[in-house]
């Protein structure tokens, strides 16, 4: 493979969003996004440094030169996984948005699955892009973009059912960040999206982390919402941003 991707992180962590929370897994984050989130806390735009962990695990974050070349993204998973054998459960692709480097991950994952299985975390909105990869998925974790939290100025929903669409067959879960000015018709929005496509669909709601590190969604409020939901779909959880309590990466 002589191609390359510009990654922004390289690490090993505990997963704290989604269906996987809780699982170590090696994150892949690369650069760019096609959205600009409210709540978002990650750097994303391109540059010519990323950083990945001086060991698997350590938090110590070193430079390397970027674009990184894909055979070298394979050897330092298969390197990390035979260090740390039956550690990690999976890896996860994550920016950003990863599905803007579709064509590098359609030649990049086919690789690194025979290493381990991959998760992909998308805001989905690329159902084309996902088209080029579903085949070399395991786990796809997509969020649903909510006005009152994300403050995207373009209405998703209509984007957002056909992601859910072209994710099935996957081990696909839906994730919506709510905070306190979310109201009930935007969780009967994406309940009825998922129910138009599969109501067995895990969802996920995760309350909004202000950038002080406290919760931006009243117990009481949070409570109200996750009854509407499971009045409509039969899995919906509440997890908060596990790796943001635990200090990881």
Request: net charge negative.
């Amino acid at each position: 493979m002589s191609e390359s991707i510009y990654i922004s992180e390289l690490f090993s962590s505990i997963q704290g969003e989604g269906i996987l929370a809780g699982r170590r897994q090696i994150f892949v984050r690369l650069t760019e996004c096609n959205l600009d989130c409210l709540y978002c806390d990650t750097e994303f735009k391109r540059s010519d440094n990323g950083k990945i962990e001086s060991r698997p695990g350590s938090s110590e974050l070193i430079n390397i030169p970027q674009p990184m070349p894909l055979q070298r993204v394979v050897d330092i998973i298969a390197d990390w996984h035979k260090q740390l054998p039956g550690a990690h459960h999976s890896i996860s692709f994550t920016g950003g948005e990863p599905l803007l480097y579709a064509d590098s991950l359609a030649m990049l994952m086919p690789e690194v699955r025979k290493i381990l299985p991959i998760h992909l975390e998308t805001n989905g909105t690329m159902q084309l892009a996902l088209s080029q990869i579903k085949q070399h998925l395991d786990y796809v974790s997509m969020d649903m973009k909510l006005p009152s939290t994300a403050g995207c100025t373009e209405q998703l929903w209509d984007i957002h059912s056909l992601f859910l669409r072209e994710a099935q067959g996957s081990n696909v879960s839906v994730k919506i960040v709510i905070g306190d000015l979310t109201d009930p018709d935007e969780i009967n929005r994406v309940c009825e999206i998922i129910s138009m496509v599969d109501r067995n669909t895990p969802l996920f709601l995760q309350p909004l982390t202000l950038c002080d590190g406290s919760i931006g969604i009243k117990v009481h409020h949070l409570l109200k919402l996750q009854e509407l939901a499971s009045s409509r779909l039969p899995d919906v959880r509440v997890i908060p941003q596990m790796h943001k309590l635990l200090g990881a990466l």
